[in-house]
């Protein structure tokens, strides 16, 4: 009785003259619902479900996953094709373990031109194109002669990271004691531990010291690794929408992956290499983190949805323009990437932490600064208060309770010169926490506008690129 009461009241509500109603900027147009109400209609069907079945269909009629040679234009990277064996070089260790890697430029005869650029989380090794592999890079745009990281000056090393999928060891690799899979047998790393891979890298490729180490996002925390653990053989740090400390609001959206990810039924405790992959968890964790990578200012992505549209009825799968931008983004990304290598990556970057007590907890002793290479003796917390603002980019007001520990925590890099960019849409790495890594005298600092949120380090070739070169200039 309550239940038909309810249902008379909803369909003479909606059937009021000129009841016409603004819902989250689009036209509700209640006389085309009433009439739905009212007549009969077949049972309802939700595409975006029905495309989970779909996808899976595929999957099963296939003998292997989609061809790797295959360009995808999923974000937030450019499209790039995923790299296969024959278009990158492998370093193999002995203990053991596999690095993918690429390079660009030429090694100078006293090698002392090699800059290491690290990746975001989902990234290749291939950051631009090359004789191997001529198809357009995830940072194509920055790369190569007279650009922000220049080839006629610098010999350019790019790997995939450890616990990555694109040649280097990883969950989704064959361990040797067992000859299966790791799986979630794959030990949790840290980027330290990345980093340190990066550097066997280094030394079977001869090189003992570093022009500079850059890296934007993911990889601006490995960059400032890298100067942290070898301040000797880092010249310069480069960090882009990075970070020194990860943030509680970034530990949630990637928490919030995971999640979703892991109550996939076929993510089966990681252990899904014999059979489907966890594919509804890695699009709606795909959808998660886009959101975080684009600002809901970039008009590329959120479009104006609030002029008249046409009477109808409103769907309960993707509708607004944005919805459908989320739902691509993940269908793109879904079978393009392993699961456990998101997983573990993603908690590496929650784990990482430069605060003192957090290092020591690491059991990483905090090697001495490299030798300064002016006279200047001044205090590292006097240097980093008169040096490293400006009046444009003054202390901040309310310091965090952390700061005091992630100056003490960044004590080895107080001699190595460090260019932070910023981002002022950036939800991700807040400019406050860049604010808090420039930790030396030797610090430039700078504050990007635009609309593009944590992607910027990808799309702005001015601003990004032309602070990097004369940094490195």
Same mark, same amino acid.
């Given at each position: 009785?309550?239940?038909?009461?309810?249902?008379?009241?909803?369909?003479?509500?909606?059937?009021?003259?000129?009841?016409?109603?603004?819902?989250?900027?689009?036209?509700?147009?209640?006389?085309?619902?009433?009439?739905?109400?009212?007549?009969?209609?077949?049972?309802?069907?939700?595409?975006?479900?029905?495309?989970?079945?779909?996808?899976?269909?595929?999957?099963?009629?296939?003998?292997?996953?989609?061809?790797?040679?295959?360009?995808?234009?999923?974000?937030?990277?450019?499209?790039?094709?995923?790299?296969?064996?024959? %278009?990158?070089? +492998?370093?193999?260790?002995?203990?053991?373990?596999?690095?993918?890697? %690429?390079?660009?430029?030429?090694?100078?005869?006293?090698?002392? $031109?090699?800059?290491?650029?690290?990746?975001?989380?989902?990234?290749?090794?291939?950051?631009?194109?090359?004789?191997? #592999?001529?198809? %357009?890079?995830?940072? %194509?745009?920055?790369?190569?002669?007279?650009?922000?990281?220049?080839?006629?000056?610098?010999?350019?090393? *790019?790997? $995939?990271?450890?616990?990555? *999928?694109?040649?280097?060891?990883?969950?989704?690799?064959?361990?040797?004691?067992?000859?299966?899979?790791?799986?979630? $047998?794959?030990?949790?790393?840290?980027?330290?531990?990345?980093?340190?891979?990066?550097?066997?890298?280094?030394?079977?490729?001869?090189?003992?010291?570093?022009?500079?180490?850059?890296? *934007?996002?993911?990889?601006?925390?490995?960059?400032?690794?890298?100067?942290?653990?070898?301040?000797?053989?880092?010249?310069?740090?480069? *960090?882009?929408?990075?970070?020194?400390? +990860?943030?509680?609001?970034?530990?949630?959206?990637?928490?919030?992956?995971?999640?979703?990810?892991?109550?996939?039924?076929?993510? #089966?405790?990681?252990?899904?290499?014999?059979?489907?992959?966890?594919?509804?968890?890695?699009?709606?964790?795909?959808?998660?983190?886009?959101?975080?990578?684009?600002?809901?200012?970039?008009?590329?992505?959120?479009?104006?949805?609030?002029?008249?549209?046409?009477?109808?009825?409103?769907?309960?799968?993707?509708?607004?323009?944005?919805? +459908?931008?989320?739902?691509?983004?993940?269908?793109?990304?879904?079978?393009?990437?392993?699961? $456990?290598? &998101?997983?573990?990556?993603?908690?590496?970057?929650?784990?990482?932490?430069?605060?003192?007590?957090?290092?020591?907890?690491?059991?990483?002793?905090?090697?001495?600064?490299?030798?300064?290479?002016?006279?200047?003796?001044?205090?590292?917390?006097?240097?980093?208060?008169?040096?490293?603002?400006?009046?444009?980019?003054?202390?901040?007001? #309310?310091?965090?309770?952390?700061?005091?520990?992630?100056?003490?925590?960044?004590?080895?890099?107080?001699? +190595?010169?460090?260019?932070?960019?910023?981002?002022?849409?950036?939800? &991700?790495?807040?400019?406050?926490?860049?604010?808090?890594?420039?930790?030396?005298?030797?610090?430039?600092?700078?504050?990007?506008?635009?609309?593009?949120?944590?992607?910027?380090?990808? &799309?702005?070739?001015?601003?990004?690129?032309?602070?990097?070169?004369?940094?490195?200039?």
């Amino acid at each position: 009785m309550a239940s038909s009461c309810l249902r008379s009241s909803l369909v003479a509500g909606l059937s009021r003259p000129h009841a016409v109603r603004r819902l989250s900027g689009r036209r509700w147009y209640p006389a085309v619902a009433a009439a739905a109400l009212s007549t009969s209609h077949p049972r309802p069907s939700f595409p975006c479900v029905d495309e989970h079945a779909a996808r899976e269909s595929r999957i099963l009629k296939s003998s292997s996953r989609p061809s790797e040679n295959d360009p995808s234009d999923s974000g937030p990277e450019p499209a790039y094709s995923r790299p296969t064996p024959a %278009e990158y070089k +492998t370093y193999k260790h002995l203990h053991p373990f596999d690095i993918a890697y %690429e390079t660009w430029g030429t090694l100078s005869p006293q090698r002392d $031109n090699a800059i290491l650029l690290h990746t975001g989380l989902s990234a290749s090794s291939h950051a631009a194109s090359t004789e191997l #592999n001529p198809s %357009e890079g995830w940072w %194509e745009k920055f790369i190569g002669p007279g650009k922000a990281l220049d080839t006629n000056q610098f010999f350019v090393v *790019c790997t $995939n990271v450890l616990a990555g *999928c694109y040649g280097s060891t990883g969950p989704s690799s064959i361990d040797p004691r067992t000859g299966h899979h790791y799986g979630t $047998n794959f030990p949790v790393l840290s980027v330290f531990d990345m980093v340190r891979a990066q550097f066997s890298l280094l030394d079977h490729l001869g090189i003992h010291r570093l022009y500079a180490s850059v890296g *934007c996002s993911m990889g601006g925390m490995q960059s400032l690794a890298a100067g942290w653990l070898h301040p000797e053989r880092v010249g310069k740090v480069v *960090c882009i929408s990075g970070t020194a400390r +990860t943030s509680p609001g970034s530990v949630a959206m990637r928490f919030a992956q995971r999640s979703v990810l892991m109550s996939d039924p076929n993510w #089966n405790n990681g252990f899904y290499y014999d059979g489907l992959p966890p594919h509804v968890g890695m699009k709606l964790a795909r959808q998660i983190a886009t959101i975080t990578y684009r600002s809901v200012r970039d008009p590329s992505s959120v479009t104006d949805q609030t002029g008249p549209r046409k009477p109808r009825i409103p769907l309960l799968c993707a509708d607004f323009l944005i919805e +459908t931008y989320l739902d691509h983004q993940g269908e793109q990304f879904c079978l393009k990437y392993d699961a $456990n290598s &998101l997983i573990y990556i993603s908690k590496a970057m929650d784990l990482f932490d430069m605060t003192e007590p957090a290092l020591l907890e690491l059991g990483l002793t905090p090697p001495p600064p490299a030798p300064s290479s002016t006279s200047d003796t001044t205090p590292f917390v006097h240097a980093r208060a008169s040096k490293s603002h400006s009046r444009s980019h003054p202390p901040p007001p #309310n310091p965090p309770p952390h700061l005091p520990a992630l100056a003490a925590g960044l004590r080895p890099l107080a001699h +190595t010169p460090v260019l932070v960019l910023g981002v002022q849409s950036d939800i &991700l790495f807040p400019v406050a926490d860049a604010l808090r890594m420039t930790g030396n005298g030797d610090v430039r600092y700078y504050e990007l506008g635009g609309v593009w949120g944590h992607d910027t380090f990808l &799309l702005d070739v001015q601003g990004v690129g032309g602070a990097i070169r004369g940094f490195l200039s």
